[in-house]
């Protein structure tokens, strides 16, 4: 999947018809990645996407599967915006990728601080702790994980 992603983020780079051979022996399957429709703006963000929402690199979250981080991406994807452009990641860079998670958890949701989302979580359901969102201080490791693995894909021309 890291490959896909890599290539569908940097296709404009590369030439115009781009081809991934994936499967196995048994099952052989050729994807025409140029043929992918990616808007110019989510195509930018997509390795950030990919990172923060798991990927070979960084952890995924518990009960947040691509599909559905993929709505939450698509209604605020200026929630990833900067990520992976500097080693130092900034405050607001941080804040807006927390609110982005808030949002994995509770697409509805208006809050920005993960910690006030586990808790509204642990209050609405008490029978699967494994489920609560991170907890602030492990979610500021992921997403810095996740800014250093997106600055290295943005490198990988």
Request: with cysteine; aromatic share 8%.
């Amino acid at each position: 999947m890291d490959i896909l992603v890599l290539l569908l983020a940097h296709r404009q780079q590369l030439c115009q018809d781009i081809w991934m051979f994936a499967g196995t022996s048994r099952q052989r399957c050729n994807i025409p990645v140029h043929r992918i429709p990616l808007s110019e703006e989510k195509s930018k963000l997509l390795l950030a996407f990919h990172a923060i929402t798991g990927c070979d690199m960084t952890s995924n979250f518990y009960v947040v599967g691509k599909a559905s981080a993929w709505k939450v991406f698509e209604d605020a994807p200026d929630l990833l915006e900067h990520l992976g452009e500097e080693s130092q990641i900034s405050t607001d860079v941080l804040a807006k990728a927390e609110a982005f998670v808030c949002k994995l958890y509770n697409p509805g949701t208006q809050e920005v601080e993960i910690n006030k989302e586990r808790a509204t979580a642990f209050r609405k359901s008490k029978k699967d702790l494994d489920a609560l969102p991170l907890t602030h201080d492990a979610l500021i490791l992921l997403i810095k994980r996740a800014n250093y693995q997106t600055m290295e894909w943005n490198k990988a021309l």
